[in-house]
């Protein structure tokens, strides 16, 4: 242990250590959190439709809680799998006009499940550099062949995808929108690549789910390209505002997974309210499109406001900005600034970004109105003057 204190005295000194930080929701106010006894404009939480406090999910929530009880008592191979599993999937499948879809517990296993199902020695998983931890986690346990790609670099990716071209099968890997950077993956150049290279096109939409698409569907369906991705995987822990994850693409590949996603096989099934809170949001995300417009008006006021005070926030227009400060001890007072001036954003350093790009990680809600947000950019302004954050004072 003495060890262990050591290297956590070392993170500190980089500022690099991590700590957990309370926060309560506060009931009529939506878009803020309660830290201490202050309320702080949220501007870090994933609930990017503002639907994790809606009134009829927790409702149909207790209803099951009080019916079905509190736990599912075991996985669902066993006697997890109450009804309202199979109506979600087949609502699920029917959204995203696919043949079938399949609940994980979360977005972490279901990544972890669905690669280390469809991948293991002898083949090959492509991914992009900067895609979520999840992925990179389900490509080391699964054994498989690691071919990184640089961020969104299809020539370096047909380059990898050539050296590879005899493994037995090949998995390209993306995030849709990406997490710490806000921008999008270039979908339609990479359902090209995977046609021309007989390889398979996974896209995690955990940042884009409930957002694009007429319904919510995602980016994929935004682009029209839904059919050409072969395993399209999403959460209910953001934009849905509960929790949980899913997966749709062929009945061959759901079969596969119940088969082999080991995530799925060796752990409890989601607790039924969660799976009655996820079937009442999914009602919303589907026919609730103001709320993607007010997200949208939000980003953009949001993102045009920091370009104009001066600050380098990434190059797409989606619901994540990032404010690129550069070093650790710098995005850290950031952050400790922001609290003080009543907004909750974090610092996002080194190993979660590359070394030397430190950011302040902004996510939007529909629950802002474009008011509170241009006053935030203001106290933002202010200060990234105080503490020499600029433009011009940091990388891409
Ligand atoms: N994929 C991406 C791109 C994510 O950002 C996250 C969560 N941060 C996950 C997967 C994991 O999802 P969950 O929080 O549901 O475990």
Redesign the pocket.
């Known amino acids: 242990m003495d060890g262990l204190a050591n290297e956590l005295e070392a993170l500190n000194r980089a500022s690099s250590v991590r700590r957990l930080l309370d926060s309560a929701s506060i009931p009529d106010r939506p878009g803020y959190i309660l830290r201490g006894n202050r309320a702080l404009l949220d501007l870090c939480s994933?609930d990017y439709l503002g639907l994790a406090r809606h009134s009829a999910i927790a409702e149909a929530m207790r209803d099951s809680l009080l019916t079905e009880g509190a736990g599912a008592g075991a996985s669902r191979y066993v006697t997890g799998n109450f009804p309202s599993y199979g109506l979600l999937e087949k609502a699920l499948a029917e959204w995203q006009n696919r043949e079938a879809a399949l609940v994980f517990a979360?977005?972490?296993?279901?990544?972890v499940g669905v690669i280390g199902a469809l991948a293991s020695r002898g083949d090959v998983v492509f991914s992009d550099r900067f895609?979520?931890a999840?992925?990179v986690d389900g490509i080391a346990i699964s054994r498989t062949e690691h071919a990184r790609y640089r961020h969104n670099d299809m020539e370096h990716l047909r380059f990898l995808l050539n050296k590879y071209r005899d493994k037995r099968r090949k998995l390209i890997v993306t995030?849709a929108?990406?997490?710490m950077d806000g921008d999008r993956a270039r979908l339609t150049e990479l359902v090209a690549l995977k046609m021309e290279y007989g390889a398979m096109l996974m896209v995690?939409e955990?940042?884009s789910g409930g957002i694009y698409g007429q319904r919510g569907e995602g980016l994929g369906h935004e682009l029209g390209l839904e059919n050409d991705v072969d395993i399209h995987?999403g959460?209910?822990?953001?934009s849905f505002g509960v929790?949980?994850?899913y997966v749709c693409g062929s009945n061959t590949l759901i079969r596969w997974l119940v088969n082999k996603a080991r995530p799925l096989m060796y752990s409890t099934a989601l607790p039924p309210s969660v799976v009655a809170g996820i079937a009442k949001s999914l009602e919303l995300v589907r026919t609730e499109h103001w709320r993607r417009e007010r997200l949208s008006a939000a980003s953009r006021v949001f993102r045009s406001s920091l370009i104009e005070a001066g600050f380098n926030v990434g190059s797409d227009d989606t619901p994540i900005v990032p404010l690129l400060v550069g070093d650790n001890d710098r995005a850290l007072r950031f952050s400790i600034a922001l609290e003080e001036e009543g907004i909750a954003a974090v610092a996002i350093r080194p190993p979660t970004v590359p070394a030397g790009t430190a950011r302040i990680r902004f996510t939007l809600s529909a629950s802002h109105t474009v008011n509170e947000l241009k006053e935030a950019a203001a106290r933002i302004r202010g200060i990234g003057l105080r503490l020499g954050v600029s433009d011009s004072c940091n990388g891409s």
Not at 106 to 111: I, K, L, T, V
């Open positions: 994933n979360n977005g972490y296993m279901a990544n895609n979520h999840s992925i995030d929108v990406f997490s995690d955990a940042h995987m959460t209910f822990s953001k929790y949980g994850a």
